[in-house]
T-cell receptor, first 117, second 112 residues
Framework: DAEITQSPRHKITETGRQVTLACHQTWNHNNMFWYRQDLGHGLRLIHYSYGVQDTNKGEVSDGYSVSRSNTEDLPLTLESAASSQTSVYFC????????????????FGPGTRLTVL | DQQVKQNSPSLSVQEGRISILNCDYTNSMFDYFLWYKKYPAEGPTFLISISSIKDKNEDGRFTVFLNKSAKHLSLHIVPSQPGDSAVYFCAASGAAGNKLTFGGGTRVLVKP
């Protein structure tokens, strides 16, 4: 079965370190997204990609970067981790409209809980 | 400035009764609206969606209503079951396949 996976599921790091969170999907979806979830804020979009070599900034992109070298993966990098980046991170993917017969349905991974000390 | 708002952070309802979750938005360019359900330690899962050309969409126990003039949508769960206890997020998009803007979520507790 097609799926979307994230690794690691839990990560503790120190302020100033570079951290990369992995996201891998086997849906063959063109669209991939990274969100962070914080209490009271719901899910906020960090970066997104509509295809290989395409990346775009979301509403909370400062301090984060992504690259898309293939269809399946969209790794999220924290260049220099800060305590404000302690959060739960979700990756999601979706197909272009019409292919799945649904409206913008995004499939989410299980999340990565990141703690920055 | 939050473009999608869920003003009730929590809701408690008796099993078998109706749960009504509300969501307001400010961006008139939003064309599609979705509801996601989230259990602890899991990713959100899609529940139901509605296009701006409709005012109602039903799927089993779940119905979403859209009032475009009021920029308001609601999710009705009838009857509510203990397994419905979760956090519910509404989300909006400007076009199919496009990025989503989420509300802050409503935690629902269904009491047996």
């Amino acid at each position: 079965d097609a799926e979307i996976t994230q690794s690691p599921r839990h990560k503790i790091t120190e302020t100033g370190r570079q951290v990369t969170l992995a996201c891998h999907q086997t849906w063959n979806h063109n669209n991939m997204f990274w969100y962070r979830q914080d209490l009271g804020h719901g899910l906020r979009l960090i970066h997104y990609s509509y295809g290989v070599q395409d990346t775009n900034k979301g509403e909370v992109s400062d301090g984060y970067s992504v690259s898309r070298s293939n269809t399946e993966d969209l790794p999220l990098t924290l260049e220099s981790a800060a305590s404000s980046q302690t959060s739960v991170y979700f990756c999601a993917s979706s197909s272009f409209p019409g292919l799945a017969g649904s409206y913008n349905e995004q499939f989410f991974g299980p999340g990565t809980r990141l703690t920055v000390l | 400035d939050q473009q999608v708002k869920q003003n009730s952070p929590s809701l408690s309802v008796q099993e078998g009764r109706i749960s009504i979750l509300n969501c307001d938005y400010t961006n008139s360019m939003f064309d599609y609206f979705l509801w996601y359900k989230k259990y602890p330690a899991e990713g959100p899962t899609f529940l139901i969606s509605i296009s701006s050309i409709k005012d109602k969409n039903e799927d089993g126990r779940f119905t979403v209503f859209l009032n475009k003039s009021a920029k308001h949508l609601s999710l009705h769960i009838v009857p509510s079951q203990p397994g419905d206890s979760a956090v519910y997020f509404c989300a909006a998009s400007g076009a199919a396949g496009n990025k989503l803007t989420f509300g802050g979520g409503t935690r629902v507790l269904v009491k047996p």
